[in-house]
């Protein structure tokens, strides 16, 4: 099948090279519009951007979906079908209706669960032990089309939305060259998605990632661990900003109150609503990306809370 890739961050990117490497042919790739990244805000090429154009395609950055220049020249390269992976724009009915085939989304999550901008985030902060992802064919609302094919990973204790989403990112490019090669031969039918199970998965703020240390340790680790790395849990000290990286609960420490700092040379504690959490890396503002002990050393925090 001739395609027309839509996609832009990273996690897109393991499914834009296994189109290449497949059978079908990807006529031309849309991405979102340069942006500043970095302290400099520095305009830079999507990842997904990047790829496509050291494979000499195409590539269509729209500002919206639904500008005319877009739509006629998506006409006029008549693709078969548009794989979409975390493309990051709403797609109009006008657009929708291009391609024969629609456009097929492949999103991280199993649907109906955790419908939305930011599943992966979503399942580690409920604590799920497996999730997966979907391919579907893209309707108006949110993540509600049919869905043609699935696929499940496990949720470690440890990962980080992170780690999960490169998982399921490599595993998901090839369930959706598996769907797209599906469509082609007629092998493969897409069914609604059931009514019951349907959880919604909002994209997650800079103050959603604020830690309440008054919170249970299980809480405070899903927390740090679903908010890394976007879009970073932090806490404050002495009135600064402090950046955290993934902590551990810690079962074996004494109780600390809520907020509580406890150092020593070996490890860094905070006091929660059940048992301490052990901090890991830390980044106070301004600052690089530290060890907590090395942090511990430099501020000294005696019996300071966060």
Same mark, same amino acid.
């Given at each position: #099948?001739?395609?027309?890739?839509? %996609?832009?961050?990273?996690?897109? =990117? ?13 006529? /031309?790739?849309?991405?979102?519009? +340069?942006? &500043? ?14 790829? @496509? ?7 269509? $950055? ?21 794989? =979409?992976? @975390?493309?990051? /724009?709403?797609l109009r009915e ?10 097929v989304n492949l ?15 979503? /399942? ?20 509600? &089309? ?67 240390? %008054? ?27 402090? $950046? ?7 079962? +074996? ?26 901090? %890991? ?8 990306? #530290? ?6 050393? %430099? ?8």
């Amino acid at each position: #099948m001739k395609l027309v890739f839509a %996609g832009t961050p990273e996690a897109a =990117v393991p499914s834009l090279r296994a189109l290449l490497e497949s059978r079908h042919e990807v006529a /031309a790739v849309v991405t979102r519009p +340069d942006a &500043g990244a970095g302290r400099g805000r520095r305009v830079s090429v999507s990842p997904v951007g990047q790829v @496509a154009a050291e494979a000499g395609i195409e590539v269509l $950055k729209p500002e919206k979906a639904s500008d005319p220049a877009f739509l006629d020249r998506l006409r006029e390269i008549g693709p078969d079908c548009c794989p =979409v992976v @975390a493309y990051g /724009a709403l797609l109009r009915e006008e657009a929708l209706g291009i391609p024969r085939h629609g456009w097929v989304n492949l999103h991280f999550s199993l649907l109906p669960a955790w419908r939305g901008a930011a599943p992966v985030q979503h /399942a580690v902060l409920a604590g799920d032990d497996v999730t997966g992802a979907a391919t579907f064919r893209i309707e108006t609302g949110l993540d509600t &089309g049919p869905v043609f094919g699935v696929l499940t990973e496990p949720v470690r204790p440890d990962d980080t939305s992170g780690d999960l989403l490169d998982r399921l990112a490599h595993a998901g490019a090839g369930l959706l060259v598996r769907t797209l090669d599906g469509i082609e031969s007629g092998e493969l039918t897409a069914r609604p998605q059931g009514a019951e199970g349907v959880s919604h998965a909002p994209k997650l703020t800079p103050e959603d990632a604020r830690v309440d240390f %008054g919170a249970p340790a299980l809480r405070v680790d899903r927390l740090v661990r679903a908010c890394t790395p976007a879009p970073g849990a932090w806490t404050t000290f002495r009135g600064g900003r402090l $950046k955290l990286g993934p902590v551990r609960p810690a079962e +074996d420490a004494a109780p600390l109150p809520p907020g509580r700092v406890a150092a020593d040379k070996h490890r860094v504690l905070v006091g929660t609503a059940t048992h301490p959490v052990e901090l %890991g890396e830390v980044q106070p503002q301004g600052k690089r990306r #530290m060890a907590a002990v090395e942090w511990a050393r %430099g501020v000294r925090p005696g019996e300071a809370d966060l």
